[in-house]
């Protein structure tokens, strides 16, 4: 690993923000991030399309507009980075400036410009790091990741933590737009030729295929728009390897500006999409995947996971995130925990079946249960459902998110509400049972102890036989009412016992 180009005691390190500058093929970025942590959180982040990469696969060199647009940017990203109190600072260098005649002159004025050394990756460590990016925001990955920018296409297999051997392929945006001569039939020959000669792709068939990228996160946004689909989170959106093909070739095959939804798509970025859809389409035709898989954490993402410890990588990065929102924003943060180990002992009592994913969801939920308790009492519900919904949460995949926003709505509206009928078609009837159930265990709890740490665990909630009970100590046996009493009553019925609230003497 190069050394960082800015250097802090280790104690400020942990505390000031981290950022990162990526100089790719097509743009320029700075995303300066919270923490360096196992779920870091994205305080600022802009981009400029510069374009580096065109014109290098037919002259050779990065031509002086592309350069100058990236030298400007980067410029500005250095005075963003003192704005911000960036302790360390990382800067990026891909395809086109690895590819280009005049790369190290570029590279030269680059680290004048943003005043730090800048790191130019290989096409192995690009993959490599790509693939670390994916391990670090998706749960368990099993496939091959795709990374898809300006200039080239990085391949390579990953599985758990494990990577393969990544390879490097000129078929980016850019470049295959070049070389094609502006022909996606020509671009479409020469991708098949090139990904001919891939043995990763070869190990990728019936599995899952991570696209990372601009270019297809931008496919994907528009393939979401056109199945009106139910979240905006562009993470984990998961396309059947069918769909994704049908999807490439109406991009390849029609004008991008008549696509429904194009005006959420960068000008600038809009010319690549064809090209980015030959790619898709030929990986596929190539591969048979068994699905598409967007992932928002790349190449930056990975930097930051390799540099954590080994104990802070196997951290999960959804319940530390969860975690972080609730030591933030709950009146009383130990109360998540509680309320977890608490569902713990009542879903144990009831002999539900619960797989670890689900357990690991539950956890989620109960950390997020008092994150929006200062909104008005009138749109709880409302506000904790879409925060829950659009939260920047990485490790869950879409009917994990929605999981997680439909316990929050029923946790303040109630289980027998019509809540979102478009989210629920993205879980199954098992989950929405342990939805409604887990609100409902959660609405229990909250009139039980003010959602303040150290109560539920003197007050048990178990099933006995036929009837489910609620055991409160004398001290607190004032707490019973009727309102307690109905809240009881309704998550009886879902588990088909009778209540009982009883005072322990």
Partial sequence: MPEPARAAPEATRRAAPVAIVDIGSNSVRLVAYEKLCRAPRPIFNEKALCALADGVASTGRLQPAGIAKALAALRRFRVLCDILGVGELHVLATAAARDALNGPEFLASAREAVGA????????????????????????????????????????????????????????????????????????????????????????????????????????????????????????????????????????????????????????????????????????????????????????????????????????????????????????????????????????????????????????????????????????????????????FTGIDHPGRAFLALTAAYRYQGVDQDVSPQLRTLVSARMLDKARILAAAMRVGKLVSGAMEGVLRRTPLVCMKSKLVLTLPTELGDLSCERLQNRLKQLARLIGREPVIDVAR
């Fill in 117 to 392: 050394p800048v790191s130019l990756l290989s096409g192995d460590r690009e993959a490599e790091l790509s693939a670390l990016g994916v391990i670090s925001g998706i749960e368990k990955p099993d496939g091959v990741v795709g990374d898809l920018g300006g200039g080239s296409l990085e391949l390579i297999d990953v599985k758990g933590a494990q990577l393969g051997v990544g390879t490097t392929l000129p078929l980016g945006g850019l470049s295959l737009m070049e070389s094609s001569k502006h022909s996606t039939r020509a671009a479409a020959k020469i991708a098949r030729e090139a990904l001919a000669r891939s043995a990763v792709l070869e190990r990728v068939s019936g599995r899952t295929l991570y696209a990372v990228g601009g270019t297809w996160r931008a496919l994907a946004k528009l393939h979401m728009s056109q199945r009106h689909y139910p979240l905006s989170v562009i993470h984990a959106y998961a396309i059947p390897a069918g769909d994704a093909a049908d999807f490439a070739g109406l991009v390849e095959r029609v004008n991008t500006d008549t696509l429904v939804s194009i005006e959420s798509v960068n000008a600038a970025r809009r010319p690549l999409l064809a090209y980015g859809a030959v790619v898709l389409d030929e990986i596929i035709r190539r591969a048979a995947p068994a699905r598409i898989v967007i992932s928002a954490t790349g190449v930056r993402e990975g930097l930051l996971y390799e540099l954590l410890d080994p104990e802070r990588r196997r951290q999960d990065p959804l319940i530390a995130a969860a975690a972080d929102i609730n030591t933030l924003f709950s009146r009383s943060p130990g109360h998540g925990e509680d309320l977890f180990a608490w569902s713990d002992i009542f879903l144990r009592s009831t002999h539900l079946e619960e797989s670890a994913e689900e357990r690991r969801l539950r956890h989620a939920a109960c950390l997020l249960a008092d994150v929006n308790w200062r909104a008005h009492p009138d749109y709880r519900s409302e506000e904790s459902f879409n925060l829950v919904e659009n939260v920047s």
